[in-house]
């Protein structure tokens, strides 16, 4: 089983990719005793995605690692329609002028929609991976939905608990881990990778 490695801090998004990719073993960047802090410098996912990816393959080359892992890195977004598409790239870093943390994010999005008719959104993951031998390629997904009046359900993180999706009438916090995977933004990119590599090998 191929080993890929993770350009995350974000033990959910190892578990995220861990069910999404069942044919490769997903570890954490720190459990090959790697920790990067990378700034995310890029205007888009993609530039993003493809920033951390190189970072964490330079950390590799450096330590002669490189030919054992496939690296991955995602960055990914809620993008919204009211509000010109943001925050876009910066959603993890959404408010951070007021917001401590995931639920105060939440609540002052809902806040920033309070009086908006139109809350369309989308969800965004990009997916950046580099192989062994160097070669380097970008997946998309995309999943649609809208921003709910309110926090609905208990599972999820980020966003989730307002994000309802078009597909499943309900937030990614109130779905199954079975069903968001099914229709998520990751899910898809996901799945993308995952023919990608399948054409490669």
């Known amino acids: 089983m191929q080993t890929i490695i993770l350009a995350t801090r974000n033990p959910n998004k190892v578990v995220e990719l861990s069910a999404l990719l069942p044919g490769y073993k997903v570890v954490a960047m720190s459990e090959v005793g790697i920790d990067l802090d990378i700034e995310e410098t ?12 190189r970072a964490l393959r330079e950390q590799l080359v450096a330590t002669g690692q ?3 892992y496939i690296v991955v890195a995602e960055d990914s977004g809620l993008c919204v329609d009211a509000l010109d598409g943001r925050p876009g790239v910066f959603t993890a870093r959404y408010r951070a002028d007021i917001c401590k943390n ?11 929609m309070k009086n908006q008719t139109n809350r369309a959104a ?13 070669t380097s390629n970008t997946v998309t997904g995309m999943t649609h939905g809208k921003i709910s009046s309110a926090e609905r359900g208990e599972n999820g993180f980020a966003f989730d608990q307002i994000f309802e999706s078009n597909e499943l009438g309900k937030t990614f ?8 995977d099914r229709v998520s933004h990751r ?3 996901a799945a993308r ?9």
């Open 102 to 112: 995931e639920h105060d994010q939440r609540l002052a999005m809902l806040a920033e």
């Open 173 to 180: 916090a109130e779905a199954t881990a079975e069903e968001k």
């Open 122 to 134: 989308q969800f965004v993951c990009v997916i950046a991976c580099i192989l062994p031998d160097g």
């Open 193 to 201: 990778l995952s023919e990608y590599l399948r054409n490669v090998e």
């Open 42 to 53: 890029g205007a888009t996912f993609a530039e993003n995605a493809m920033i951390k990816a």
């Open 187 to 189: 899910g898809r990119a």
């Open 66 to 68: 490189q030919d054992h």
